[in-house]
T-cell receptor
Framework: AQRVTQPEKLLSVFKGAPVELKCNYS??????LFWYVQYSRQRLQLLLR??SRESIKGFTADLNKGETSFHLKKPFAQEEDSAMYYC?????????????FGIGTKLQVIP | DAGVIQSPRHEVTEMGQEVTLRCKPI?????LFWYRQTMMRGLELLIY????????DSGMPEDRFSAKMPNASFSTLKIQPSEPRDSAVYFC???FGGGLGEQFFGPGTRLTVL
């Protein structure tokens, strides 16, 4: 079974402070990991995925297989980063389709 | 492209009534997903289709829930009879099989069962 854990439902940080949204997963095979984001009044959308090794809007995420984690980080938070963030996992086998989402973390950036 | 389209955006109904949610995926996408979002459980995958064929419905909670995809541009999720615990936001998403898993979500349908 695949499982994604986001331990914090709410994370509040001041503008300019570093951000780390935690994500831990459990899966016996080889997973692909994603972060999705939902801004206020907008649709849920992909932020970044591990396979692309990309940095989007200043966010990065490193896959740590030893700790089974995929934490999302940004060195300096901006007010426009306030949103719901979902960590997600899909097996590499089967075409990356069956995605399991974490419960989500609400990031609140305080001006 | 308008993206994934869902209707209605809001639905309020009484317990025992039939509810039908509709989804139009992005043209060219060959996967379609139905999710349910609640405060307690987050986003749960209910069922997904590939080329209009249901692949995995293990997330469908009960026989009261059913989903169909009669063609590549339309899918429905039906709840009959509805119960108050079905109140949630229901999302439809679509993806392209060669797209490394990125899913494109609709705006969601907020269902309230009284």
């Amino acid at each position: 079974a695949q499982r994604v854990t986001q331990p914090e439902k709410l994370l509040s940080v001041f503008k300019g402070a570093p951000v780390e949204l935690k994500c831990n997963y459990s899966y016996s095979g080889s997973p692909e990991l994603f972060w999705y984001v939902q801004y206020s009044r907008q649709r849920l959308q992909l932020l970044l995925r591990h396979i692309s090794r990309e940095s989007i809007k200043g966010f990065t995420a490193d896959l740590n297989k030893g700790e089974t984690s995929f934490h999302l980080k940004k060195p300096f938070a901006q007010e426009e980063d306030s949103a719901m963030y979902y960590c997600a996992l899909t097996p590499k086998s089967g075409g990356y389709q069956k995605v399991t989402f974490g419960i989500g973390t609400k990031l609140q950036v305080i001006p | 492209d308008a993206g994934v389209i869902q209707s209605p955006r809001h639905e309020v109904t009484e317990m025992g009534q039939e509810v039908t949610l509709r989804c139009k995926p992005i043209s060219g996408h060959d996967y379609l997903f139905w999710y349910r979002q609640t405060m307690m459980r987050g986003l749960e995958l209910l069922i997904y289709f590939n080329n209009n064929v249901p692949i995995d419905d293990s997330g469908m909670p009960e026989d009261r829930f059913s989903a169909k995809m009669p063609n590549a541009s339309f899918s429905t999720l039906k709840i009959q009879p509805s119960e108050p615990r079905d109140s949630a936001v229901y999302f439809c998403a679509s993806s392209f099989g060669g797209g490394l898993g990125e899913q494109f979500f609709g705006p969601g349908t907020r269902l309230t069962v009284l």
